[in-house]
């Protein structure tokens, strides 16, 4: 006799937000992703930056989606062999394939928590693997929770 047991995954629904903003080469505007955060009812201390491969790798994930903004999956690039430290900035500028550096990632963080951040994209993210990024990158906390 076999038993079979379903096992349904638990997941939460995560926005993935962006910050419209000029490519500091070539001055293309497109939207930088910067972070993730839990659709309902999120606590500031969960916001993520997308400055590290994990985060990057479910906001990808969460993009892939068809009815997400075109391009914006293809536009996260993976840390360039160049770069070293924590964090790195994984948005490549659309037009020209310029790639800033983690400087310039930090600024459209700070200029994205004064307002003007976008929703471009919601998914849904297995508990565990969210719980193994929550709160990291930069380690700010979410003013708008």
Not at 2 to 22: G, K, Q, W, Y
Not at 38 to 49: C, I, L, V, Y
Not at 88 to 94: L, S, V, Y
Request: charged share 25%; net charge negative.
């Amino acid at each position: 006799m076999t038993i079979t047991v379903e096992v349904r995954m638990n997941s939460l629904r995560v926005d993935v937000l962006a910050f419209d903003a000029p490519c500091e080469r070539c001055s293309f505007s497109f939207w930088w992703v910067f972070a993730l955060l839990p659709s309902h009812r999120p606590r500031g201390d969960e916001f993520t930056t997308t400055d590290f491969p994990a985060a990057v790798e479910t906001a990808r994930d969460i993009l892939a989606d068809p009815d997400s903004e075109p391009g914006l999956r293809e536009q996260l690039a993976d840390r360039p062999a160049w770069q070293r430290g924590r964090g790195f900035n994984p948005n490549r500028c659309a037009s020209c394939g310029h790639q800033a550096d983690w400087h310039t990632f930090e600024k459209i963080v700070d200029q994205a928590l004064y307002g003007g951040w976008i929703y471009a994209a919601v998914g849904r993210v297995p508990v565990e693997r969210w719980r193994a990024i929550r709160g990291g990158g930069q380690g700010v906390s979410w003013p708008y929770c």
